[in-house]
């Protein structure tokens, strides 16, 4: 298939999906979903690491898109920038963390 980004949703799973990846030496770039916009919760910043250290240790920090993990159509204004607020900071302390790989 031709493609750039391949989206999954991984966080109903918790990043259980990123296992997958593991043996196939997968060379496009993933977007992650880490945010369930089907429920009214707000992702919190630990669940949403704990996704993104799964993925680092199969991808490369270059090849991973933060995202949520589908439309943003049923959510409220209040809960999606809440939930978009934790997505940007949990990208700030992946990029930091892993800076020296980034460079």
């Known amino acids: 298939m031709d493609f750039d980004v391949i989206p999954i949703e991984a966080s109903l799973s918790k990043g259980d999906i990123i296992g997958f990846f593991k043996d196939i030496n997968f060379k496009k770039q993933i977007g992650l979903g880490v945010w369930d916009v089907h429920t009214k919760k707000i992702t919190s910043l630990n669940r949403m690491m704990a996704i993104l250290k799964k993925a680092v240790s199969v991808f490369s920090p270059e090849q991973l898109w933060i995202n949520p ?31 020296k790989q980034l460079s």
């Open 69 to 99: 993990d589908c439309s943003l159509k049923t959510r409220d204004r209040e809960e999606t920038v809440k939930n978009l607020k934790n997505m940007m900071k949990t990208v700030d302390m992946v990029r930091k963390r892993y800076k």
